[in-house]
């Protein structure tokens, strides 16, 4: 899968094997971003998402 198709699907599949059954770590914050480890229980593939803070919410 390329990193436009990973996009596309929203992180809900892994990029190696296409399983839906995958699953992250905590959620690692600094500035500007976050990263998360994530694994796959189909292939156990691993890899980090990457995440650009885009702005912020009211509450």
């Not at 929203?10 to 399983?19: A, I, V």
């Not at 992250?24 to 650009?52: F, K, L, M, P």
Request: hydrophobic letters at 25%; aromatic letters at 8%.
């Amino acid at each position: 899968m390329t990193q436009s198709e990973y996009l596309t699907v929203r992180g809900t599949q892994c990029p190696y094997c296409h399983s839906q059954d995958v699953e992250g770590s905590e959620v690692d914050i600094n500035e500007g971003g976050a990263t998360q480890e994530i694994g796959c229980n189909t292939c156990n593939a691993e890899w980090i998402d990457t995440y650009t803070l885009t702005g912020y919410m009211e509450v």
